[in-house]
């Protein structure tokens, strides 16, 4: 058991420095439970509370627009 408890730990220590050290682009946060990510062609998607895989994600008022994370008020198709 204290082996198991070991080698989670390392895990869980060792993912939180990957994740610091992981350059996003502008507007940008890193998730290691990755959010629903709303674009400008879909600002009102359902989303559910299922992780993502880990990565780069908007930022919360930011949406996905052509690759990059923009307002929301910035979005062409409002």
Same mark, same amino acid.
């Given at each position: 058991?204290?082996? &198991? *408890?070991?080698?989670?730990?390392?895990?869980?220590? &060792? @993912? %939180?420095?990957?994740?610091?050290?992981? #350059? !996003?682009? %502008?507007?940008?946060?890193?998730?290691? !439970?990755?959010? $629903?990510?709303?674009? $400008? %062609?879909?600002?009102?998607?359902?989303?559910?509370? %299922? !992780? #993502?895989?880990?990565?780069? /994600?908007?930022?919360? @008022? /930011? *949406?996905?627009?052509?690759? #990059? $994370? *923009? #307002? +929301? @008020? @910035? !979005? +062409?198709?409002?």
């Amino acid at each position: 058991m204290k082996l &198991f *408890v070991g080698i989670l730990f390392f895990i869980i220590c &060792f @993912s %939180q420095i990957w994740a610091r050290n992981y #350059r !996003c682009g %502008q507007n940008e946060k890193y998730y290691t !439970c990755g959010p $629903c990510e709303r674009t $400008c %062609q879909n600002l009102n998607m359902m989303c559910t509370m %299922q !992780c #993502r895989p880990p990565g780069c /994600y908007c930022k919360n @008022s /930011y *949406v996905r627009d052509l690759g #990059r $994370c *923009v #307002r +929301r @008020s @910035s !979005c +062409r198709f409002n």
